[in-house]
């Protein structure tokens, strides 16, 4: 998990999306699709229930982007905080 600095992602949540019920591929095409309508050093807030989705396939695709995330879990559900970059 990436963090630029000592300041949490979390502090800085442009938007949130709301992914639950969902599975591969659509966690990640509606991660994808709303991180497009923010503008760069914005910050996502996804709401994740497919544990796939949340440890690998969207961590995957912000390590490709060079998006910094964050990501904290409770029982059953993943938060993640990813940072627009581009």
Do not use: H
């Amino acid at each position: 998990m990436a963090e630029e600095n000592a300041q949490s992602l979390c502090d800085d949540v442009a938007q949130s999306v709301d992914i639950r019920g969902q599975i591969c591929p659509y966690t990640l095409i509606e991660t994808r699709d709303s991180l497009k309508k923010l503008e760069t050093g914005q910050v996502l807030e996804v709401l994740c229930d497919y544990e796939p989705a949340a440890k690998t396939t969207i961590p995957n695709f912000c390590e490709k982007k060079g998006y910094p995330f964050e990501t904290s879990e409770e029982p059953g559900l993943w938060r993640l905080y990813i940072k627009r970059t581009d």
